[in-house]
């Protein structure tokens, strides 16, 4: 399983655009890149996922470069809400076997 | 239905005590997961069953038992607990052995205290 490294933390305001890098040098061929979100006592849930290129869903987007060796995760518009930790993982998709990392805690203030 | 119930939500034992952990999910998902998480850290893994059969095994001592009686249900039974296993223990269900195994959906958690 590809270590992960990102942000121990980051600060962001209201309305502002906020992007979390996650650096995976040693993914594998077969590697996906997830990224789960986890409010205080409460379980992670899953955000984003996608191999290569761009990915988007309604509520960020994925960045991946050609070479995979890092991806970014893209929040539009952050809210007081977004307020969590934010996990990037790396795995095979057939091994169901989350290893998740340190993760960021992104904090948005007014 | 994407809702991943468990109970109880709180816990509290002592070291002697035997008891479970429950966790439920109605959307046909035949891979579940315990994780046990303590403050500050990341989630980490315990078991996985596949197809109601324990696939994964993180040599999680012996304390802790889980059983998958059906596809919908997922127990953790606790024996002669430390200190040290107290922590929120969360359950989680996914599709099995395709892409979206790794699109987990979890539970709130069971806050654990062993005292």
């Known amino acids: 399983l590809a270590k992960t490294t990102q942000p121990i933390s980051m600060d962001s305001y209201e309305g502002q655009e906020v992007n979390i890098t996650c650096s995976h040098n040693n993914i594998a061929t077969n590697d996906y890149i997830t990224w789960y979100q986890q409010f205080p006592s409460q379980g992670p849930r899953f955000i984003i996922q996608g191999y290569k290129t761009k990915v988007t869903n309604e509520v960020a987007s994925l960045f991946i470069p050609a070479d995979r060796k890092s991806s970014t995760l893209s929040l539009p518009r952050v809210s007081l809400s977004d307020t969590a930790v934010y996990y990037c993982?790396?795995?095979?998709?057939?091994?169901?076997?989350?290893?998740f990392g340190q993760g960021t805690r992104l904090t948005i203030n007014p | 239905d994407t809702e991943v119930t468990q109970t109880p939500k709180h816990l509290v034992m002592g070291m002697t005590n035997k008891k479970s952990l429950k966790c439920e999910q109605h959307?046909?998902?035949?891979?579940m997961y315990w994780y046990k998480q303590k403050a500050k850290k990341p989630p980490e893994l315990m078991f996985v069953?596949?197809?109601?059969?324990?696939?994964i095994n993180e040599s999680v001592p012996s304390r802790f038992s889980p059983e998958c009686p059906n596809s919908s249900l997922l127990n953790l039974h606790l024996h002669a607990l430390q200190p040290e296993d107290s922590a929120l223990y969360l359950c989680a269900s996914s599709h099995a052995r395709e892409i979206r195994s790794y699109e987990q959906y979890f539970g709130p958690g069971t806050r654990l205290t062993v005292t």
């Open positions: 993982l790396v795995g095979d998709w057939g091994a169901q076997k989350l290893v």
């Open positions: 959307m046909g998902h035949r891979a």
């Open positions: 069953y596949s197809y109601e059969k324990l696939s």
